[in-house]
């Protein structure tokens, strides 16, 4: 099977529910070198916006904190998000998270996209 999106391939995809309100990670499995996302869920009282906090935890792990995000309303990225390179092809990701209207777990569907080629220098 074969998914393509805006001339990009779906090449990870689906749909998890958290063990409570618990993080989700990902694992890319490549042979030599895999790719760690983690999904997790911040409430901060001091803020009133809603935000996502992408940061390189290490040079393979990547935390993805889901700030403020409503209850029972589906909240993503509207936007691809650039990640990087993945078996030399652009990857990219696309997701959305619902927490439940009593905030004692959420679920996460995500796709990963994987683009053109990137050359070799």
Not at 10 to 16: H, L, S
Not at 17 to 23: E, I, R
Not at 29 to 48: A, I
Not at 79 to 84: P, S, V
């Amino acid at each position: 099977m074969r998914i393509t999106s805006g001339g990009c391939e779906a090449v990870y995809y689906g749909r998890v529910l958290a063990y409570g309100m618990n993080p989700i990670e990902i694992v890319l499995s490549e042979e030599n070198d895999p790719l760690t996302f983690v999904f997790c869920m911040e409430h901060e009282p001091e803020r009133d916006d809603i935000m996502t906090d992408i940061r390189l935890v290490r040079y393979n792990e990547v935390r993805i904190a889901c700030i403020n995000f409503p209850r029972g309303k589906p909240t993503g990225s509207q936007d691809m998000i650039q990640l990087g390179v993945l078996n030399n092809r652009k990857l990219s990701l696309r997701y959305e998270v619902t927490v439940n209207y009593d905030a004692t777990s959420w679920a996460l569907a995500f796709t990963f996209f994987s683009g053109e080629g990137v050359g070799t220098a």
